[in-house]
């Protein structure tokens, strides 16, 4: 029975791929095609693309119940109130530590292969909008103006602190037992269920999001950008089975480096395709109960991970400060770089991923920082660079988020969690 039902996923993960690529094949034979000024005289395969957003924004609308239950729930639940602080406390410092260690490995890549040789020159520069001030990003990371500022995707972070205290709230007016504890418990398992329908059709959602991709900018790629993507795309599969096997043997032992293989690869499609790491957190919850993982352990650490844990986007935020101090010619070198880089990297990957009214938040902090009196000229080639790299960057963020688990299995549940895991599924 266990074989069959591990046949069946991988069947499933077989034909959701089969559709990424024949989207990107019709994609490639149907391209987009502009005239001089910009204006789409041939749609091509970018047609397709409503039926792609079907599935994203039906993801979208389960995701919010789902974090407020699944949060609600864990902390509603926990006999333990130290248990719950011991899992936010090391949740939080394994995403820190991971996302410097991302950064420095990309640092390193960058003075080996630098991703611009050339400084460039008549670089166009773009309005660069409005941006909420420092004091409003602090005041969005943990607020919404009010509730139905909550019931959206864009207040994730605001969203989780409203949970944790909510199911605090609960754990002191009767815990589990109270009529709202069963409640929430009983919803996260419904939005479950209600994940499992909706990725029935996940094989025409990708087939089309991949032939609007391909159709729109498979052509967009100058010498430059194509230099920083070849270093960063491989970059990324590497670091999921170089780094994320260490992760898992450290949190899990060779069991964990094992069943880590057996069911990262639902996550790591899903947010290639979806190119969303919010969107990834039911598939990573189902990876995550499928593994033996602590419901109360994945509850917290998922959701959190899905706008903190951004080794991806430490990768690319490390990438794209390279590839503007060569496009300035600057020198891009040193212990005091590393350090400023490093930090920048962890700033605005993990510490301000997620925060509402912020607009493009880490490429402003990049800005702001390194390339102050040349903003509007380094502003948009940030922003491209951004574009051209989040779906290996989401995929190492969302993946990640599920490894980083093991991580804080060990620390919560002690060094043989997943041995006792296993032992009690062979049991049942």
């Given at each position: 029975m266990e074989k069959k039902s591990v046949a069946h996923n991988y069947a499933f993960l077989a034909v959701m791929l089969g559709a990424m690529v024949l989207g990107a094949v019709v994609g490639w034979l149907n391209p987009v095609v502009e005239d001089a000024d910009g204006n789409v005289i041939q749609a091509g395969a970018s047609v397709l693309k409503p039926l792609g957003t079907v599935f994203i924004n039906m993801m979208f609308c389960i995701v919010v119940p789902m974090v407020f239950a699944s949060i609600s729930s864990a902390v509603a639940n926990m006999q333990s109130r130290k248990r719950a602080g011991k899992i936010m406390g090391t949740t939080v410092l394994t995403f820190?530590?991971?996302?410097?260690?991302?950064?420095?490995?990309?640092?390193?890549?960058?003075?080996?292969?630098?991703?611009?040789?050339?400084?460039?020159?008549?670089?166009?520069?773009?309005?660069?909008?409005?941006?909420?001030?420092?004091?409003?990003?602090?005041?969005?990371?943990?607020?919404a103006e009010d509730f139905v500022g909550l019931l959206s995707r864009r207040a994730m972070l605001p969203l989780i602190v409203f949970s944790m205290l909510f199911g605090f709230a609960v754990n002191l007016n009767g815990g589990k037992d109270s009529p709202v504890g069963k409640f929430l418990d009983d919803?996260?398992?419904?939005?479950?269920?209600?994940?499992?329908?909706?990725?029935?059709?996940?094989?025409?959602?990708?087939?089309?999001?991949?032939?609007?991709?391909?159709?729109?900018?498979?052509?967009?790629?100058?010498?430059?950008?194509?230099?920083?993507?070849?270093?960063?795309?491989?970059?990324?599969?590497?670091?999921?089975?170089?780094?994320?096997?260490?992760?898992?043997?450290?949190?899990?032992?060779?069991?964990?480096?094992?069943?880590?293989?057996?069911?990262?690869?639902?996550?790591?499609?899903?947010?290639?395709?979806?190119?969303?790491?919010?969107?990834?957190?039911?598939?990573?919850?189902?990876?995550?109960?499928?593994?033996?993982?602590?419901?109360?352990v994945s509850d917290m650490v998922l959701p959190l991970g899905a706008t903190m844990h951004m080794d991806g986007s430490c990768f690319s935020c490390v990438?794209?400060?390279?590839?503007?101090?060569?496009?300035?010619?600057?020198?891009?070198?040193?212990?005091?770089?590393?350090?400023?880089?490093?930090?920048?990297?962890?700033?605005?990957?993990?510490?301000?991923?997620?925060?509402?009214?912020?607009?493009?938040?880490?490429?402003?902090?990049?800005?702001?920082?390194?390339?102050?009196?040349?903003?509007?000229?380094?502003?948009?080639?940030?922003v491209a660079i951004g574009n051209l790299v989040d779906p290996p960057a989401t995929m190492i963020n969302s993946a990640g988020d599920y490894v980083v688990s093991f991580i804080v299995s060990r620390f919560v549940d002690g060094k043989d969690w997943l041995k006792n895991a296993l032992a009690a599924k062979k049991e049942a």
């Amino acid at each position: 029975m266990e074989k069959k039902s591990v046949a069946h996923n991988y069947a499933f993960l077989a034909v959701m791929l089969g559709a990424m690529v024949l989207g990107a094949v019709v994609g490639w034979l149907n391209p987009v095609v502009e005239d001089a000024d910009g204006n789409v005289i041939q749609a091509g395969a970018s047609v397709l693309k409503p039926l792609g957003t079907v599935f994203i924004n039906m993801m979208f609308c389960i995701v919010v119940p789902m974090v407020f239950a699944s949060i609600s729930s864990a902390v509603a639940n926990m006999q333990s109130r130290k248990r719950a602080g011991k899992i936010m406390g090391t949740t939080v410092l394994t995403f820190v530590v991971t996302g410097a260690i991302a950064a420095v490995i990309m640092y390193v890549l960058m003075q080996i292969f630098p991703p611009v040789l050339t400084p460039w020159n008549d670089i166009p520069a773009e309005e660069l909008g409005e941006y909420a001030s420092l004091s409003t990003m602090i005041v969005n990371f943990f607020t919404a103006e009010d509730f139905v500022g909550l019931l959206s995707r864009r207040a994730m972070l605001p969203l989780i602190v409203f949970s944790m205290l909510f199911g605090f709230a609960v754990n002191l007016n009767g815990g589990k037992d109270s009529p709202v504890g069963k409640f929430l418990d009983d919803l996260t398992g419904v939005m479950l269920k209600f994940v499992k329908i909706v990725t029935y059709y996940a094989p025409i959602a990708f087939f089309s999001i991949f032939a609007d991709l391909v159709a729109s900018y498979g052509s967009q790629v100058t010498e430059s950008y194509g230099r920083a993507l070849l270093v960063y795309y491989p970059l990324c599969f590497i670091y999921i089975f170089t780094a994320f096997p260490l992760f898992a043997w450290f949190g899990g032992g060779k069991l964990g480096v094992k069943s880590m293989f057996q069911h990262i690869a639902r996550p790591a499609i899903v947010s290639l395709g979806t190119c969303s790491s919010v969107a990834t957190i039911p598939t990573n919850m189902e990876a995550a109960e499928d593994t033996g993982i602590s419901k109360d352990v994945s509850d917290m650490v998922l959701p959190l991970g899905a706008t903190m844990h951004m080794d991806g986007s430490c990768f690319s935020c490390v990438l794209k400060i390279a590839f503007v101090f060569g496009v300035f010619g600057k020198d891009f070198g040193g212990i005091g770089m590393l350090f400023s880089v490093v930090l920048v990297a962890v700033l605005s990957s993990v510490g301000m991923s997620g925060v509402p009214g912020g607009g493009y938040i880490g490429e402003y902090i990049i800005c702001s920082i390194f390339f102050a009196d040349q903003m509007e000229l380094a502003f948009p080639i940030l922003v491209a660079i951004g574009n051209l790299v989040d779906p290996p960057a989401t995929m190492i963020n969302s993946a990640g988020d599920y490894v980083v688990s093991f991580i804080v299995s060990r620390f919560v549940d002690g060094k043989d969690w997943l041995k006792n895991a296993l032992a009690a599924k062979k049991e049942a």
